[in-house]
């Protein structure tokens, strides 16, 4: 995919990005599929004539987090790994995330169970942007 | 199938490779000029893991993989790092 296809950095999500990102699992777990993470950079910041194929911050946090966790590139802790890339990046840019571990687990479970898809997932992580501190009990 | 398992085989980074790939990916950061954005994003990317990583190992740990590796999976991987 050229460089044209794809968002830059701060819009898009990288690859050297995710790369970094998986350091912080704990146990330092081996990268068995580097071709996931690289996917999962391509789709997040995927363009179709000049326009990103997912359109908002959220969509594409959502894209990134699905290919990583359904995907497994890592040899343990890719729920937790998916989970705080899309966080991750969606604060990185400023969108200020209210959400406790349970809402973190549900959501990572329902990407990985096939029960959440792009737009399902997109939704949730819009759910916690700005709540008043509580909601996230 | 010893020699399809190994024709099967992704490429694998060892954590050792993975901190080479992530040190030659932060000089390529830093040619252009995103050093900033980079530490932004695996600062934020590390406070959420934090705060979730004591409930998910508990929950993974409890619960079965669903994707399972195959005996020859298994047996491909342990020998990959073996080597």
Redesign the interface.
């Known amino acids: 995919m050229s460089d044209e296809e794809t968002l830059p ?2 819009q898009g999500i ?4 995710l ?8 146990g ?8 996931a993470v690289i996917a999962a950079a391509a789709r997040a910041s995927a363009m179709r004539m000049g326009r990103p194929i997912y359109a908002t911050p959220f969509l594409r946090a959502a894209a990134a987090a699905i290919t990583l966790i359904r995907e ?1 590139p890592l ?1 343990a ?1 890719n ?2 790994y998916g ?3 899309a ?3 969606l ?2 840019n400023g969108i200020h995330l209210v959400w406790s ?2 809402e ?2 549900d959501l ?1 479970k329902g990407i ?2 096939y029960t959440l898809g792009v737009t399902e997932a997109a939704a949730v992580l819009k759910s916690w942007e700005d709540r008043p501190r509580g909601e996230d009990a | 199938m010893g020699g399809m398992a190994e024709d099967m085989q992704t490429q694998t980074l060892t954590a050792v490779e993975t901190h080479e790939a992530i040190e030659q990916a932060r000089r390529d950061v830093a040619a252009q000029g995103l050093s900033g954005e980079l530490d932004k994003f695996v600062e934020a990317a590390t406070e959420d893991y934090a705060k979730v990583r004591v409930l998910f190992a508990e929950r993974e740990a409890a619960q079965p993989v669903i994707l399972a590796e195959t005996t020859d999976e298994l047996v491909a991987r342990l020998s990959r790092r073996a080597a």
């Open positions: 950095w701060p990288g690859f050297e990005f790369l970094s990102v998986a350091e912080v699992v704990e330092d777990p081996q990268c068995d599929d580097l071709g497994r040899e802790g729920l937790a989970l705080v890339a966080t991750g990046y604060r990185a571990p349970d973190g687990w990572a990985e169970t």
